[in-house]
Nanobody
Framework: QVQLVESGGGLVQPGGSLRLSCAASGIIVTRSGMDWYRQAPGNEREWVAGLYSGGTTNYTDSVQGRFTISRNAPENTVYLHMNSLKPEDTAVYYC?????????WGQGTQVTVSS
């Protein structure tokens, strides 16, 4: 059974940094494509970043150069390193993977960027 558990969210001032974690079970993150999404109040869920089995990464334009997605094989965990945070980055952040034709989502972690 695939499970994804996010953590690391919180309140941070503009310009600050956070590292989100997505601990996976039931899949091997180095063999799976992993994505981060976010959803702000009143908005649709949007894709933020992806890390694929070959190591390729992609980012949405608004976070390019500020966010980095990475993975740790022994911990079977994917991270989202977020720097230079802006108020518009405030959202619930989710990790997602696909396994055997089905999408799996974590429960989300809240990130609030405010002074």
């Amino acid at each position: 059974q695939v499970q994804l558990v996010e953590s690391g969210g919180g309140l941070v001032q503009p310009g600050g940094s956070l590292r989100l974690s997505c601990a996976a079970s039931g899949i091997i993150v180095t063999r799976s494509g992993m994505d981060w999404y976010r959803q702000a109040p009143g908005n649709e869920r949007e894709w933020v970043a992806g890390l694929y089995s070959g190591g390729t990464t992609n980012y949405t334009d608004s976070v390019q150069g500020r966010f980095t997605i990475s993975r740790n094989a022994p911990e079977n965990t994917v991270y989202l390193h977020m720097n230079s945070l802006k108020p518009e980055d405030t959202a619930v952040y989710y990790c997602k993977t696909q396994f055997q034709g089905r999408a799996y989502w974590g429960q989300g972690t809240q990130v609030t960027v405010s002074s």
